[in-house]
């Protein structure tokens, strides 16, 4: 196996670890902040844990991004360019209807509404690839 291919698919490999790691401390944090009895310092750490994590996640998509062709590039760019707006759409929406009828913090609160920009990453991603495959 050539050493191009090997560096590839061990980028895949920390990649991939980069992203289950982050993943299952951001719910076991999520689970550990479910306890009430934890003091405000306890808390607080438990809540960075999973930032460093994620740090790394987004290093590797950003030199996985790197290693892409050009078409691939815009493909991603394409869908960032449809997340975002519906992202701030999301969001501005979300103030204003806060402002108007007051929304349930256990249903509308950041850590509900933040798998949504998944979501329309998702969909830029699918569209742009219709688009140019």
């Known amino acids: 196996m050539p050493d191009t291919v090997r560096n590839e698919r061990l980028s895949d ?10 993943a299952a401390v951001y719910i076991g944090a999520r689970l550990i902040l479910e306890l009430e009895t934890l003091d405000w310092r306890t808390r607080a750490v438990v809540a960075i844990v999973p930032v460093p994590l994620f740090a ?7 030199r996985g991004i790197g290693q892409m062709d050009e078409l691939q ?4 760019l394409e869908a960032l360019a449809l997340a975002f707006p519906l992202t701030l759409l999301l969001l501005m929406t979300l103030g204003l ?5 007051g929304l349930n913090p256990n249903d509308w609160s950041y850590r509900h ?3 949504f920009v998944f979501l329309f990453y998702l ?8 688009r140019y495959e």
């Open 56 to 62: 790394w996640v987004l290093w590797n998509v950003s």
């Open 123 to 130: 969909a830029g991603l699918i569209r742009a690839k219709r």
């Open 13 to 22: 490999v920390w990649g991939y670890a980069a992203f289950f790691g982050w």
């Open 97 to 101: 209807m806060e402002l108007a009828i």
């Open 73 to 76: 590039r815009r493909i991603q």
């Open 113 to 115: 509404v933040w798998p």
